[in-house]
């Protein structure tokens, strides 16, 4: 019998970094599951597909990179289509993914302005459009989106053949379907109704259905927070206490959440196999592992340049860099400095985890053989051969804020149907503003999370999957190396709240926290073995320089700290001179006055 061909469609993708290419990789690969053959190229390849004539469905993946612009391999895409006559692409039927981040201004940008072209033109969209959100975690949308893509294509597939028989019966003037298509799936979730939850039973008072029927510690639980006017204790989940003002919390959720049926998203595949061996030949690495651009610098000199008095602190650190001789910079450059997690957090964490007794054993990281996550790597940031202890002190952003995907993961390591209910609702579309309220707003990280969970227990595995790679955080030079040859300034502030104050939302950053505990109360290093060291590297091509012809005035703006690379740029044009001429004095007193003259300060 002869072979039936496979339909086909095509997938076309940009992509700065690599992650909108690989899951166009991984929707090629799995065609051929679906009985489907794709035709895969990126939008730089217009050799490869020809949009002009294509009569089968297109599906795009493309991300945003700058400030909203499409990434270098789909720039000149983005511009030709722009050009296009209304009907250019009325034969055309896709469906985008659109990749992103919610810190950055223009969410996706890209992907809306592909769209919004494509239907300009006449094309036809067969499927949801995803945007997917880098910040909360690709996968929340993207795995459910790639779920449902496959009954989109070939509903797209028949829905051409028979229009295709329709067309040979229409007239001429006979219209065809125009965006956007109501018979669009929607992007499909997996449905977790309460129902299904087997510790809940009827719905109990004004809480949730959840809580009348769990233990009695699972309801103390799932008291909901009272607001801070009312004295605390008084909050009861029976009807008998009426004038109690309810607020849901990190812990504890309210009716119509707390009722509702929830799109929980997939669980992210499990992919790494981690064991822990006793060992003496850990390597005891004291600093970050990838040496070669680093340089281990002794802080020389702390100054406190703010009244004692004040909350806040700014200070000015000196590094001594002459034992670097290749470590030269200019104003405008700025460094990587390289902090540690905090050992009070990081023994915390092993406690947690209840890993603390082996917190001195090496730590073997291998890919499960089993695992379905598309490109699955050992994590790069974590070396070979190296201790529990110094994994979580100089690889893991311990202190990041756990996204969506991580939430999900941690539902399957906690017991009790409340506190999994709890999560599952954070992890969900329906308990979106609540995830954004009590976690993503709050910056609450992970041993917070873990401690609002008691009974949550993470194995080794997922922190490794899920926490991403400790990142050095940027200093700019605040001087010239004219006016201080081997030598660098850091200035920072750091905010001290006394015990009176309650402390706003946010805290003292992990890096200014840190260097700031290394020189407080600060102090006079007498003896060059005393100079604490820290870990720096130069960050490469900075473009902010001030401008090269000395005549041209230039105004310089920027809020607290942001100063910083100015008093280098003054510095190089005093010309290494101690003091200032009297118009650049001014410059830098104007600054530092406007500084002193914000409330608080
Ligand atoms: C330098 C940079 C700039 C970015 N700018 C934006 C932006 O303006 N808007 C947005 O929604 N996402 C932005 N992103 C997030 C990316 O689109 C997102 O991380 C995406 O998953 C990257 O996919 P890619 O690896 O295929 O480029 C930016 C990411 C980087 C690294």
């Known amino acids: 019998m002869p072979c039936e061909a496979k339909p086909r469609f095509v997938v076309l993708y940009g992509s700065q970094k690599g992650q909108a ?51 270098d391999n789909a720039l000149q895409f983005v511009k030709s289509i722009k050009k296009k006559t209304p009907d250019h692409y009325k034969h055309l039927c896709y469906a985008l993914l659109a990749l992103g981040d919610t810190n950055y201004a223009n969410f996706c940008n890209c992907g809306k302005t592909i769209e919004r072209s494509l239907q300009e033109h006449g094309a036809k969209q067969f499927y949801a459009t995803g945007y997917a959100d880098d910040g909360v975690g690709l996968e929340v949308v993207l795995d459910p989106w790639i779920e449902g893509l496959w009954k989109a294509i070939n509903g797209a597939l028949s829905k051409m053949a028979s229009d295709r028989t329709d067309y040979s019966n229409a007239g001429p003037g006979d219209s065809i379907q125009q965006t956007p298509d109501s018979s669009i799936p929607d992007v499909q979730l997996n449905l977790l109704r309460i129902t299904d939850q087997k510790d809940c039973g009827p719905t109990g008072a004004s809480v949730s259905k959840c809580a009348t029927a769990a233990s009695a510690s699972a309801v103390s639980d799932l008291r909901p927070a009272v607001f801070p006017s009312q004295p605390l204790g008084t909050a009861s989940v029976s009807a008998a206490v009426p004038h109690v003002t309810l607020a849901a919390s990190l812990t504890h959720s309210l009716p119509p959440l707390s009722e509702s049926s929830l799109n929980v998203p997939a669980l992210p595949p499990p992919y790494l196999d981690v064991t822990l061996k006793e060992a003496d030949t850990v390597q005891q690495i004291v600093g970050p592992s990838n040496k070669e651009t680093l340089h281990e610098v002794p802080i020389s000199r702390a100054l406190q340049l703010t009244r004692g008095d004040s909350v806040k602190t700014s200070l000015l650190l000196e590094l001594d860099l002459s034992a670097h001789p290749n470590l030269t910079y200019q104003p405008g450059d700025s460094f990587d400095v390289f902090c540690p997690n905090k050992d009070s957090e990081v023994e915390e964490m092993l406690h947690r985890v209840g890993l603390y007794e082996q917190r001195n054993h090496s730590v073997h990281i291998s890919l499960r053989k089993d695992t379905k996550k ?24 311990i202190k990041s804020v756990p996204k969506k995907a991580f939430v999900r993961a941690l539902v399957e390591h906690t017991e009790g149907g409340v ?10 579309k329906q308990g979106s503003a609540d995830y954004n309220l009590h976690v993503r707003d709050q910056s609450l990280c992970l041993m917070e999370l873990l401690s609002a969970f008691t009974s949550c227990s993470p194995p080794l595995s997922l922190l490794i999957e899920h926490l991403p790679k400790l990142q050095p955080r940027p200093y700019s030079a605040a001087s010239s190396w004219l006016r201080y040859p081997g030598r660098l300034h850091f200035v920072f502030n750091v905010v001290e709240f006394p015990a009176c104050i309650a402390r706003p939302a946010g805290r003292r950053g992990l890096c200014t926290g840190w260097l700031f505990d290394l020189v407080h109360p600060v102090p006079v290093f007498p003896e060059k073995a005393a100079w604490p060291q820290i870990h720096v590297s130069l960050r490469p091509n900075s473009l902010f320089r001030p401008p090269s012809d000395q005549s041209v005035p230039f105004i310089m703006i920027g809020p607290g700290t942001g100063v910083a690379p100015f008093i280098g740029f003054l510095q190089q044009r005093a010309g290494g001179e101690r003091r200032p001429t009297s118009t650049k004095m001014s410059l830098l007193q104007a600054v530092c006055r406007s500084e002193e003259s914000r409330p608080g300060c």
Do not use: M
Not at 37 to 44: I, P, R
Not at 381 to 395: D, G, Q, R
Not at 419 to 428: A, K
């Open 419 to 428: 506190q999994r209910r709890r999560l599952q609702e954070l992890c969900s």
């Open 374 to 397: 598309k490109g699955a790597q050992v994590p790069a940031h974590v070396p070979p051969n190296i201790s529990l202890l110094y994994l979580l002190t100089w690889c893991l952003e």
């Open 21 to 71: 290419e690989s899951i166009a990789e991984g929707i090629a690969d799995e065609a051929e599951e679906h009985g489907l053959v794709a035709e895969l190229s990126c939008l730089n390849q217009n050799e490869k597909y020809n949009l002009e004539k294509e009569k089968a469905p297109v599906v795009f993946i493309v991300s945003t990179t700058g400030d909203g612009e499409p990434p």
